[in-house]
């Protein structure tokens, strides 16, 4: 993706309210940010474990960020695997964590969300061309190359980008 500032991703939520975009944590380090790797920017807030953010080119649509609330680890057993529902990456738990978004307009001032499986870490760009190995666990399909991997990263990002904005 292209370079982005501060200014550009806390104008780009979709999701929250403009106060909220103006308080949120921004990743301090954009200007080393390796920008020509990355489908989308994603982050935790290193002082709200629960909340991570996503801001992403929209095809067509311009820059987009969505607010997320991890949910909290569950009880599950450590060999559990989960799958990465952007870059399919499979997981043992808590290294993919449930992330839900809250729909944007009047659905969302209902309450309605949206609830995906996603790398925990926000990562997914560099798992899916091979610049960072998953602490465990190991892809779906070994036989894609990095090219359509970082292809169906995008397209399943714009798939939950659209749900988001549906
Ligand atoms: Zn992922």
Sequence with gaps: MQPI????????????SKGEARRLAVPRELAEMPWADLDFLGWRDP??????????????????????????????SFTARSM???????????????????????????????????????????YVRGLRAPAAGADLDESLSPAEKIARTRANLDAFLAKVMA
């Design 84 to 126: 990465c529902s952007l870059c399919l990456t499979t997981r043992t738990a808590g290294a993919v964590a449930l992330m839900t978004a809250r729909r944007t307009g009047e659905s969302g001032r209902r309450g309605n969300t949206v609830g995906q499986y996603l790398c925990a870490d926000l990562a997914c760009s560099f």
């Design 5 to 16: 500032s501060e200014p550009d991703i806390r104008a780009s939520f979709v999701n929250c």
């Design 47 to 76: 002082g709200a474990a629960e909340r991570a953010y996503l801001v992403a080119e929209r095809d067509g649509g311009g820059l987009t960020g969505v607010a997320l609330r991890a949910t909290p680890k569950g009880t599950r």
